[in-house]
């Protein structure tokens, strides 16, 4: 008996859930997606950017015998922070975002709009065709995400259908769908010496800061960046969202603006000018500098370049110059930022390299929904290493000086730095000019006894200073080694004794021209003859 009446209530179950499909339920099929209106398409989705836009995703959904007789609410579920465009509606509507929803019936569509909430959008009060059996299709749109979430590969969609049949709540699901493969869209920033583009080079020539680096026809350097994917950059057209309806809703799937990026030069010297482009392009895309309207190319460059430089001084050492996209990309492509630093002589102190780092912009701190699109998440990327600048320096030793027992000893020092022995008796190098200090090591050193500048001062290119040990450290014995922020310093000393007198004495030596030494803690260029 009590076998029947198990089999009666399962029998009886059974039929009571095919007369609730039967009466009301909605069934949906499987979901498709669409991308820039092409069907089966799902976009590859920059993982820098924080508001994505995403496939189209669609369902066709069925009544059953009975049709809902109150509105429905349609939810969608991402698997990553759902960031659509905020958007502010006038009451009773709730709804937050740009997301919408369009419930398309016999040729005529009705369009919802969304409330965003962490990972899901939420549209409220749908209403569903109230024809038995009828068919209808969902499509939600306008679906943007936060692709740089961590770990994220690839984007998917699913929703729910909630409504009411006859006091009955019911929920129909559909299934989760691909919107999206997420991929890096840009490559890592590269320097190439001098002009051209290409790869990362090993090494750079310092620049050095006695002679400077002028203004030329020569970039100092090209910085190199690549877009990996053929959408990497879009203007503000590719940047619009699925679905932009006209009329009283303009706000609705527009973007803020167009893609940009962002050069970053850092550990810039003080004294340096930077020199960019106002423009560059390449497959298809111009980028174009935010703000540049005054041009201040010196001759030497804009002669050699035929494209217009703008100037940038380092603020604490940083260039930051933002360049905005138009045009539609049509491929990966190597981009090149030819980069002039002009720097005088003596003007900046060494130091070490100057890096590059392009990165996506605008970027910030995304909300949910979104206040701008597009917005990109900063850049976490290694900075390429490029260019240092050195001190040209030459550091003479004189290995015995001496100011006791009736002796002392002379030294004159001279910046041959200009000569004749170019053509027609012009000079082979770069004039420079410096003041040499002095450190003693030995009996009776002064206090300092490092860093003793030269009592003359600087000295100039072409020029020689004289003076004894007794002015500057009397009662001083030992050796001397004087460090010029010259190249082609040659020193001599001569050393007396009751010069005046029979029993007088005078010997005289060169400066040896060290290689190497007292150098390695502060990066100097030394000069070896």
């Known amino acids: 008996m009590s076998n029947f009446r198990t089999k009666l209530l399962g029998i009886a179950a059974v039929a009571t859930a095919f007369a609730g499909v039967s009466f009301g339920q909605i069934t949906c099929a499987a979901p498709t997606t669409s991308y820039s209106g092409v069907a089966g398409i799902n976009p590859t989705i920059r993982v820098e950017s924080q508001t ?37 509606f006038a009451a009773p509507s709730t709804a937050n975002s740009d997301a919408v929803l369009n419930v398309t019936f016999g040729g005529a569509t009705t369009t919802y709009n969304g409330t965003v909430s962490g990972s899901t959008v939420t549209f409220n009060g749908v209403t569903i065709p109230g024809v038995a059996a009828s068919s209808y299709t969902l499509q939600i749109q306008n679906i943007r995400v936060n692709a740089s979430n961590p770990g994220l590969t690839n984007v998917t969609e699913s929703a729910n259908l909630s409504y009411t ?8 699901g559909i299934a989760a769908a691909n919107v999206g493969f997420v991929s890096p869209s840009l490559s890592a920033t590269t320097f190439l010496a001098g002009g051209g583009n290409g790869g990362a080079v090993a090494a750079f020539a310092a620049i050095p800061a006695c002679t400077g680096n002028a203004a030329s026809a020569t970039p100092a350097f090209t910085i190199n960046f690549k877009s990996l994917l053929p959408g990497a950059f879009k203007s503000i057209t590719g940047e619009q969202g699925s679905f932009v309806p006209g009329g009283a809703s303009p706000l609705i799937g ?26 560059f392009a390449g497959a298809g895309i111009t980028f174009t500098l935010v703000g540049s309207t005054a041009i201040t190319t010196p001759t030497a460059i804009a002669g050699a370049a035929g494209n217009p430089y703008v100037a940038f001084t380092p603020v604490s050492g940083t260039v930051a110059a ?38 996506d912009a605008p970027t910030g701190t995304v909300a949910s929904p979104a206040a701008s699109v597009p917005l990109f998440a900063a850049s976490t990327a290694t900075p390429a290493t490029g260019p240092t600048v050195t001190i040209c320096q030459t550091s003479l030793l004189f290995p015995f000086v001496t100011n006791q027992l009736g002796f002392d000893t002379g030294i004159a020092i001279a910046n041959t730095s200009t000569d004749a022995l170019g053509t027609s008796g012009k000079s082979i190098t770069t004039a420079q000019t410096g003041t040499c200090s002095l450190s003693f090591f ?5 206090t300092p006894s490092f860093g003793v500048a030269d009592p003359q001062g600087a000295t100039a290119s072409g020029t020689t200073h004289a003076f004894t040990i007794s002015a500057v450290a009397p009662g001083f014995q030992g050796y001397v080694i004087a460090t010029c922020p010259f190249q082609f310093a040659h020193a001599f ?15 005289g030596y060169l400066a040896e021209v060290l290689s190497g030494r007292a150098t390695a803690s502060v990066g100097a260029e030394v000069v070896t003859f």
């Open 52 to 88: 994505e836009l995403v496939a189209d995703y669609s369902s066709v959904c069925t009544n059953g015998a009975s049709v809902p007789t109150t509105a429905a609410t349609v939810t969608a579920l991402l698997n990553a922070p759902e960031t659509s465009k905020a958007v502010a």
């Open 165 to 172: 049949v006859s006091g009955v709540s019911s929920t129909t």
């Open 254 to 279: 527009t973007a803020s603006s167009g893609d940009q990026i962002l050069l970053t030069l850092a550990n810039v010297p003080a004294a340096a000018t930077i020199y960019i482009p106002q423009t």
């Open 322 to 359: 933002t360049y905005s996209v138009t045009g539609t990309s049509t491929g990966v492509f190597t981009y090149a930022i030819p980069t002039y630093v002009v720097v005088a002589g003596n003007a900046a102190g060494a130091q070490g390299a100057i890096t590059a780092l392009v990165s």
């Open 442 to 446: 030995g009996a009776g050193a002064p």
């Open 493 to 507: 000393a001569f050393i007396t004794y009751n010069l005046t007198q029979n029993n007088g004495v005078a010997e």
